[in-house]
Nanobody
Framework: QLQLVESGGGSVQPGGSLRLSCAVS????????????KAWFRQAPGKEREGVAC??????RTYYADSVKGRFTISRDNAEVHLHINNLSADDTAVYYCAAARVRSNYCLVSKMYDYWGQGTQVTVSS
């Protein structure tokens, strides 16, 4: 049973940057993080959960929602998955979640495909 714990959220002024981190643990013995597709989602008040960035399990490529391309970068460091966010705006205010699953790359931004979720970290952008 995977456990995912996010960190790095906070309050930021417009135009600022943040790096969110997701520590992943609990994988079965001999199973690496490569076994799973890994993604970041966000959910703003009153809106549906939105996939913003992911690593495809099949091809190892990164995928981004059109709304965040050029500003968000997903990266990985051993058992952590990071989300680098630049040029933040009020529209980026949301709870950000990391997730993992045995999901095919072409579905890696689809929330219903994910089995394992973190508790979320709040990002608030305001002046």
């Amino acid at each position: 049973q995977l456990q995912l714990v996010e960190s790095g959220g906070g309050s930021v002024q417009p135009g600022g940057s943040l790096r969110l981190s997701c520590a992943v643990s609990g994988a079965p013995a001999g199973v690496t993080l490569d076994y799973y597709g890994k993604a970041w989602f966000r959910q703003a008040p009153g809106k549906e959960r939105e996939g913003v960035a992911c690593f495809g399990r099949d091809d190892g490529r990164t995928y981004y929602a059109d709304s965040v391309k050029g500003r968000f970068t997903i990266s990985r460091d051993n058992a952590e998955v990071h989300l680098h966010i630049n040029n933040l705006s009020a529209d980026d205010t949301a709870v950000y979640y990391c997730a993992a699953a045995r999901v095919r790359s072409n579905y890696c931004l689809v929330s219903k495909m994910y089995d394992y979720w973190g508790q979320g970290t709040q990002v608030t952008v305001s002046s």
